[in-house]
C-alpha cells in the first residue's frame, strides 16, 4: 500500500497530465499512456476511467511517439501521424470529459502534497 505522500503525489501527477490533456498540450495518447502508467502505481488500472484509458491505450499502441519516431521512415511516419491525429479526434470529447472527471477525483491532492 502507498503512504500518504507517495499516493498524493502521484494524484498530482495525474491531475497535472489531464490538465496538459484538457488543454492540449499534450496529445490524447500520449497523455493516456503516461495515466496508465501511473494508474498502475496508484492501483487503480481496473477503475474506470483509468480502465477505459486501457482500452485506449491498446488500440493506439502502434503510434509511435517519442524517441522511436527517430528510426521510423519519412513516409511511413507521416502516413502513422495522419492516421494518429485521427484517432484521436475520434476519442478526443470522452477522454477530455475523463480528464476532468480525474481532476474532480483527485482535487484535494494539490493540498495534502
Known sequence: MLDL?????LRMQCT?????????KIGLIEGIRSLVSL?????CEN??????FRGIDSQSDHF???ESR???N????????AKRVEFEQDFREKVVADCKEIV????????KG
Open 5 to 9: 505522500e507517495r499516493q498524493s503525489a
Open 16 to 24: 497535472d497530465i489531464c490538465r496538459s490533456v484538457i488543454r492540449g
Open 39 to 43: 494508474s498502475f502505481d496508484l492501483g
Open 47 to 52: 477503475e474506470q476511467p483509468f480502465l477505459g
Open 64 to 66: 509511435p511517439l517519442g
Open 70 to 72: 527517430a528510426s521510423w
Open 74 to 81: 519519412k513516409d511511413a511516419l507521416a502516413r502513422e501521424d
Open 104 to 111: 474532480d477525483r483527485f482535487k484535494g491532492a494539490e493540498s
